[in-house]
């Protein structure tokens, strides 16, 4: 999933048909992790239909907690696909899932970068007001981090955007 989410598609599907030859019948690794795979390297590919295509089979799963990802990761995938196709109406709930469960997610980074998403799916559904509170969310939790971090310095320049 790594390689997939930082632009090494080739290995990254490479690993994943490993994987599935090695573990054909184990329900996490085909209904969870290897979709979770497969939608980032479609997201890669600018596809975002295909990542959420890709994510379908993870549905029942992404409230567990299984032993490659502790994390609601499927729904943050999901709403990166929405917010890619510029629909974010439905990015919302998505990031909002992640936030609603941080048994699950735990200190797993999406946990900060669900509010940064869930910012931008606000902001680009036209709600300033709770875009600009979600921003801040982000912001305050990432006031300890260096600050010269790329991320951090994007989300403070879309946040004054929106004053």
Known sequence: MLLARVGETE?????????????????LTQNYSLP???AAVRL?????????????????????IPDTLNSVYPAYLRGLAYL?????????????????????????VIGALARLQLARAR???????LA????????DLW???????PIYRKAKIEYTKLE
């Open 36 to 38: 979770i795979v497969s």
């Open 44 to 64: 890669q590919e600018n596809d975002p239909a295909g990542a959420i295509e890709s994510l379908r089979p993870t549905v029942k799963y992404e409230f567990s």
């Open 84 to 108: 890619q196709m510029g629909n974010g109406a439905l990015a919302v709930p998505e990031f909002e899932k992640v936030i609603d469960h941080p048994g699950i997610v735990g200190r797993f």
């Open 11 to 27: 290995k990254a599907n490479e690993l994943a048909d490993v994987l599935s030859r090695e573990y054909p019948l184990d329900t």
């Open 143 to 149: 006031r300890g981090a260096d600050l010269d971090l």
């Open 123 to 129: 902001a680009m559904s036209g709600d300033k007001t």
């Open 132 to 139: 600009k509170k979600s921003y801040e969310e982000f912001l």
